[in-house]
């Protein structure tokens, strides 16, 4: 027999996890730390990467200089200055990938504590349906 | 009034019937008008311009994600820049990397502001989208708008400074590098154009957000009248030459612009016809979800008033 309760309730669960629901049951698999502990790490990858394209450019644009000092300049403290600048970008970067994805993991935890709520209910509903005919049967 | 109100009722409903059909003809007519606004402002590589690569480009993107729209026109501007100059390629695609790396892992689903924000400063209504994306996106969404307007004047530099850069020799690739990239950093007035845009975002979303009446139409002229002031300021400050008159007629043209937008778009829900499919142990279900219209609009009955023949034959007789 159908049930339309309980069909109403899954066309809902299954509406929430094509459009939204998808990110968010990502998401909720994951350990809060795991989770932004990877995003962070992806962050740090990719704002690497930005600095190494932003640091070549800088040395590219100054070439002829560059080529023509390296010689004379003080090479440990230009690697220096690079690195601690390096290192200031990525700390920024870093903290303001970790406020994001620690919110947005606390706001997908929220919204998946209704689906959860759905999915205790929809389990309830089967349990009921099966009992009942069961007691038919008998 | 109420023939607006009920003409947006039909739309919406018109919508949500026919939902699966008219987004990819959207996001088709979207991608053509892109790629055509791209060709026509820096249509170097005449290959790119052929009406059938177009075509295809654009019917590419009708049934892919909205996001291909932008890698698309991110990857046609490229191809102009490489006929146009090397060098300007080079720094557009690491104009363009560098907001890809380091925002858009952020925030995906903006990525059509970005699109956006350049078309607008093409058709010359760039101050629709500080206030549009005010209303209906975040404080973060100030990026992507600024991110647009990056794009838009890397591009419009290059191709306006095409006679500077054709005098530099051929073996002159880092002078040529350099002057591009002196002219980006020396922009002042894309400087003021992000300041400004960034402070409008912002200001228009916390007014819209206040518990007062009209707080979307407050936000909408607050944002522009700010928007306008910056600019000017800035013009002031820094002689960047904004036409006035421009940036006070294009304000109150965006103005208007969004107030219908509001009206037909921002405030009205087009929920979406549903397709799901799901099972249990005893059936497979294929559930097409179709949204409640709450308030209907009203069909037009044509009600025809005949005169008995009779009464008309009367009538003639006296």
């Known amino acids: ?138 | 009034m109420t023939t607006l109100l009920v003409y947006r009722e039909q739309l919406k409903k018109f919508y949500s019937k026919y939902e699966l059909y008219i987004t990819p003809v959207m996001k088709f007519l979207l991608a053509l008008l892109t790629l055509v606004m791209i060709n026509s402002s820096i249509g170097y590589m005449g290959e790119l311009k052929r009406f059938v690569v177009v075509m295809v480009l654009s019917l590419m993107c009708s049934f892919l994600p909205m996001n291909f729209i932008v890698f698309v026109a991110a990857a046609v501007t490229l191809g102009h820049l490489y006929k146009f100059s090397l060098e300007c390629m080079g720094v557009a695609l690491v104009v363009f990397l560098l907001l890809f790396i380091l925002y858009f892992r952020f925030s995906p689903r903006d990525t059509i502001a970005v699109l956006l924000t350049p078309l607008c400063f093409i058709l010359k209504i760039p101050y629709v989208m500080p206030i549009a994306m005010g209303l209906v996106g975040t404080p973060v969404s100030a990026v992507s708008v600024a991110s647009g307007a990056v794009a838009y004047y890397t591009v419009s530099y290059m191709t306006n400074s095409a006679s500077m850069l054709n005098t530099f020799e051929d073996d002159e690739t880092l002078e040529k590098f350099r002057y591009v990239v002196d002219g980006l950093l020396g922009n002042k007035a894309m400087f003021i154009t992000i300041v400004a845009f960034v402070a409008t975002v912002v200001v228009v979303y916390f007014i819209r957000r206040l518990s007062v009446d009209y707080s979307w139409t407050i936000a909408m002229i607050t944002g522009a009248l700010l928007d306008v002031l910056i600019l000017l300021f800035g013009d002031l400050m820094y002689n960047t030459k904004f036409s006035i008159v421009g940036v006070i007629v294009g304000s109150v043209v965006s103005v208007l612009l969004v107030k219908v937008l509001e009206f037909f778009v921002f405030n009205v829900d087009y929920s979406r016809t549903e397709f799901v499919q799901f099972e249990d142990d005893e059936y497979y279900y294929y559930v097409k979800a179709v949204p409640k219209n709450t308030v209907a609009a009203p069909q037009k009955r044509v009600k025809t008033i005949r005169v008995p023949e009779k009464a008309v034959r009367q009538q003639k007789r006296d």
Not at chain 1, 66 to 93: E, N, P, R
Not at chain 1, 113 to 120: A, E, F, G, I, S
Request: aromatic content about 18%; charged content about 25%.
């Open chain 1, 1 to 138: 027999m159908l049930n339309e309760e309980r069909i109403k309730l899954m066309t809902k669960m299954a509406c929430y996890e094509a459009d939204e629901g998808k990110k968010n049951v990502a998401i909720g698999s994951y350990f809060r730390g795991d989770y932004i502990g990877l995003q962070v790490i992806k962050s740090i990858i990719s704002g690497t990467i930005a600095f190494v394209i932003i640091f070549a450019m800088y040395i590219l644009y100054d070439f002829e200089v560059f080529m023509a000092d390296i010689y004379k300049m003080d090479l440990f403290g230009f690697a220096k200055t690079a690195i601690v600048d390096y290192l200031i970008f990525i700390a920024s970067y870093a903290m303001v990938s970790y406020g994001v994805y620690t919110y947005r993991y606390t706001k997908a935890r929220r919204s998946l504590k209704n689906y959860y709520n759905n999915l205790k209910k929809l389990s309830y509903l089967y349990d009921k349906e099966v009992k009942n005919r069961d007691y038919k049967e008998i």
